[in-house]
């Protein structure tokens, strides 16, 4: 079984900044791409951005500049949020690709509320 355990969130002033990580656990797989997304109130969820094994990240447009992905030994990745704005309040969700023997599991954390206040 897979797990996406997320921590970080929490509330800030706007130009402040937070650092959300995630942690994944479990047997028998490996990890493959990881990523963040964001889902505000009444809207969908949308990427933040994306690390692939290799260390290559894309991130959506209106993040880049301000938000940094990172990921260390392959179970853990984490985002560097910096220069917050009210905009970016949402619950934020780690997303990573389980590589099993013979299948590709997309695994979803419980989210973590990043509040940002103006």
């Known amino acids: 079984q897979v797990q996406l355990v997320e921590s970080g969130g929490g509330l800030v002033q706007a130009g402040g900044s937070l650092r959300l990580s995630c942690a994944a656990s479990g047997t028998g797989f490996t990890i493959g791409d990881m990523g963040w997304y964001r889902q505000a109130p009444g809207k969908q969820r949308e990427l933040v951005a994306i690390?692939?094994?290799?260390?290559?990240t894309l991130y959506a447009d209106s993040m880049k500049g301000r938000f940094t992905i990172s990921r260390d030994n392959g179970r853990n990745v984490y985002l560097q949020m910096n220069s917050l704005k009210a905009e970016d309040t949402a619950v934020y969700y780690c997303n990573a690709k389980a590589v099993f023997q013979s299948y590709i599991r997309s695994t979803w954390g419980q989210g973590t509320q990043v509040t940002v206040s103006s």
């Open positions: 690390i692939t094994t290799g260390g290559s």
